[in-house]
């Protein structure tokens, strides 16, 4: 089961300027640019670019994104060209029609690009309906890419991941070409050295090497947890330490709270017992949470916990290819479920706090602002 990459659209706006931006390490980036919305009635919009991708290998495309912000966090339109990506390398057109709503707040569009390859955007146009019903243009900065784009800064757009902390990312360059769709220039960005992403059909079926069953599970555990990894992994240390409130956990602890609670399914489902002492000093704080987690998780990188994750779930795999359907059925002792639903609930737990993930990434505040004086913050 492969995680097929709509959260790539909750993740490519940025809102900050380039000098603020750190670096991570991924497989894809996109680029943006963000416009204030304000409707009174619902209004369609056509945005229209020029591109062409010279891919390294078949899990490599480039596509044109739009996403509409609606406030209070109502979901509003997106597309980002997913289900039909752009692998050609000659110039062509492409386009995403949609609708702004009523209670927009914001459009962002722009480009995007996944894996290794050579990647030219051109000639970005936006149309939008006027209250007479007319397609009307309406004014984009550098649409054409006639301002060269220099180091890691394009003039009017902003390119990078990770919501209001936009970073760059290492694996892929940006420059100016003069091999362009019209005009004397276009964008141009190459990836090298990126993970291999194979996002495959959406579909949940039992994983070779396992019983029906079990392999269904794991299906679904792999799924989620692939959810989380592409939600946190280019989060930046002031993203994964932030802390909403008082009362809230950061989200570098909530990532260990999913493989604590993971590795205790495992040794309660197939040893019949809870933590051991060595057990409970790795995994004992990050399964409560509370204050002391708070202070024991911040100031590690999203890698570690991504890290930790992947072992807990290698080991789960390595149990499960050991059991058979019928253990599902069989009862935990003196735990009220069988095995079938103490893994049911492993899943809807993770699911439960991804949840929480995507609450808390959206209400983080910029660094810069945590970070000034005083007198400018009011």
Not at 334 to 361: I, K, P
Request: one cysteine or more; aromatic letters at 10%.
């Amino acid at each position: 089961m492969k995680f097929i990459p709509t959260l790539i659209v909750l993740l490519c706006c940025s809102f900050v300027a380039k000098a603020q931006q750190s670096q991570v390490s991924n497989s894809w980036t996109a680029f943006s640019q963000s416009i204030d919305m304000s409707m009174d009635q619902e209004r369609k919009f056509i945005l229209k670019a020029a591109v062409k991708a010279e891919i390294a290998d078949s899990t490599a495309w480039a596509g044109l994104w739009a996403r509409v912000d609606m406030k209070n966090n109502e979901n509003g339109f997106f597309d980002n060209m997913g289900d039909r990506p752009i692998r050609d390398p000659k110039w062509k057109e492409y386009t995403i029609e949609g609708t702004i709503g009523k209670n927009a707040e914001r459009l962002l569009i722009g480009g995007l690009m996944l894996s290794d390859g050579t990647f030219y955007f051109d000639n970005f146009s936006l149309q939008i309906e006027d209250s007479n019903g007319i397609m009307t243009d309406f004014p984009l900065g550098n649409a054409d890419f006639e301002k060269t784009a220099k180091g890691e800064k394009i003039d009017s757009w902003l390119e990078g991941i990770g919501g209001t902390n936009s970073s760059s990312v290492l694996e892929y360059t940006l420059e100016s070409s003069s091999d362009a769709f019209t005009g004397a220039h276009s964008l141009m960005i190459t990836g090298e050295g990126t993970e291999t992403m194979d996002f495959g059909p959406a579909e949940i079926k039992s994983e070779d090497g396992y019983a029906p069953q079990l392999g269904v599970l794991i299906s679904m555990l792999d799924d989620l947890k692939e959810r989380v990894e592409y939600r946190v992994k280019g989060m930046s240390q002031h993203e994964i330490d932030h802390l909403h409130d008082e009362n809230a956990n950061r989200i570098g602890a909530l990532v260990m709270h999913l493989a604590a609670a993971e590795a205790f399914y495992q040794v309660r489902t197939f040893e019949n017992r809870g933590f051991n002492e060595e057990e409970a000093k790795k995994w004992g704080l990050a399964l409560d949470l509370g204050k002391k987690a708070q202070e024991e998780f911040k100031g590690k990188p999203v890698s570690y916990y991504l890290e930790e994750f992947t072992k807990v779930r290698e080991r789960t795999k390595a149990l499960f290819k050991s059991a058979s359907d019928e253990w599902l059925l069989e009862e935990v002792p003196s735990y009220g479920m069988n095995n079938y639903y103490a893994w049911f609930h492993v899943m809807e737990h993770q699911s439960s706090h991804l949840g929480q993930v995507l609450f808390l990434a959206k209400r983080i505040p910029p660094e810069a602002e945590i970070n000034a004086p005083t007198e400018m913050k009011n």
